[in-house]
């Protein structure tokens, strides 16, 4: 296992459309979190899954943004009706129970909505 | 929210210096993480600390956990070129989630 996957790693799209991303965790990890980051900021926290149930949402996670882990092993953000606000580096982490201090990152996604 | 201040913003030091940042807050914490970021790759965790008055080194880097608990800092001794990067200093802001700060841009000249 190489670490934290994420697909894809750059995305153009033009406002108004939908976008889904891709993460696979590190197999043996059973929570899976999303954060986004914007230029000059640290990463945000969005949400996180321990193993497939969605335990925490943040108020970032507008109602156009639904993340799933349907079994309980790779997850997929969507972002539906994009817009130029949306771009930014979504980035993906994973980590055993219990140890979300320690948790790995993917390289991330970079949205670029145009 | 809860707000991590980092200073400095920016960084430019020469080759072979000691490098030393540091991370703020109002409120108290139980754990001061300390991140690199490399452009277009996600965060690397470098050092976790859990305990007030914690020294802990991962080879040329150094970090401590505040007495106070509100603040933690990062020392690099002996900067090298890969040294380069985003530091961001990173804590548990209640249940699972992970609070950063803005960053430390550290630019290294050979």
């Known amino acids: 296992d190489t670490g934290v996957s994420q697909d894809p790693r750059h995305k153009i799209t033009k406002r108004g459309q939908n976008v889904t991303f891709r993460c696979d965790p590190i197999s043996e990890h059973n929570r899976l979190y999303w954060y986004r980051q914007t230029l000059g900021q640290g990463p945000e926290f969005l949400t996180y899954?321990?193993?497939?149930?969605?335990?925490?949402k943040s108020r970032l996670l507008s109602d156009r943004f639904s993340a799933e882990r349907p079994k309980g092993s790779f997850s997929t953000l969507e972002i539906q009706r994009t817009e130029q606000g949306d771009s930014a580096m979504y980035l993906c982490?994973?980590?055993?129970?219990?140890?979300?201090?320690?948790?790995?990152f993917g390289q991330g996604t970079r949205l670029t909505v145009v | 929210g809860q707000q991590l201040n980092q200073s400095p913003q920016s960084m430019f030091i020469q080759e072979g210096e000691d490098v030393s940042m540091n991370c703020t807050s109002s409120?108290?914490?139980?754990?001061w993480l300390w991140y690199k970021q490399d452009p277009g790759e996600g965060p690397v965790l470098l050092i976790a600390?859990?305990?007030?008055?914690e020294l802990t080194s991962n080879g040329r880097l150094t970090a401590q956990f505040g007495t106070t608990r509100k603040d933690s800092f990062l020392n690099i001794s002996a900067s090298i070129p890969s040294d380069v990067g985003i530091y961001f200093c990173a804590t548990q802001g209640g249940s699972e989630k992970l609070v950063f700060g803005k960053g430390t841009k550290l630019t290294v000249n050979p």
């Open positions: 409120s108290i914490f139980n754990t």
């Open positions: 899954f321990q193993n497939e149930a969605q335990l925490e």
């Open positions: 600390l859990y305990k007030a008055g």
């Open positions: 982490a994973s980590s055993l129970d219990g140890f979300s201090t320690e948790a790995f």
